[in-house]
């Protein structure tokens, strides 16, 4: 059984940084995309960072220039350093994996149990 264990949340003042980590754990053949997703008050489940198995990244506007998206194949951890904190930030932030496990045939999504992240003053 595989599990994402996120941590790194809590609450920062604007400007602050906070760096997200998400370690995945289990009988894992091999990972291919991870991300970090958001979800305000309110608001739908948006894509935050991804990033490839070869290590390219993509990020939402609104984040562009203050975070960056990283991972350790070795470790099977995937990072999220936020610089520059904004109150527009202030989400419950989810790690995501597509994982292929030593006896499965396609890619299987998990998800992390999610961790708050509060940007005010």
């Known amino acids: 059984q595989v599990q994402l264990v996120e941590s790194g949340g809590g609450l920062v003042q604007p400007g602050g940084s906070l760096r997200l980590s998400c370690a995945a754990s289990?009988?894992?053949?091999?990972?291919?995309?991870m991300g970090w997703y958001r979800q305000a008050p309110g608001k739908q489940r948006e894509l935050v960072a991804g990033?490839?198995?070869?290590?390219?990244?993509n990020y939402v506007d609104s984040v562009k220039g203050r975070f960056t998206i990283s991972r350790d194949n070795a470790k099977n951890t995937v990072y999220l350093q936020m610089n520059s904190l904004k109150p527009e930030d202030t989400a419950v932030y989810y790690c995501?994996?597509?994982?292929?496990?030593?006896?499965?045939?396609?890619?299987?999504?998990?998800w992390g149990q999610g961790t708050q992240v509060t940007v005010s003053s």
């Open positions: 990033i490839s198995s070869g290590g390219s990244t």
């Open positions: 289990g009988s894992i053949f091999s990972i291919n995309n």
């Open positions: 995501h994996a597509e994982i292929l496990f030593h006896t499965g045939t396609s890619w299987v999504d998990y």
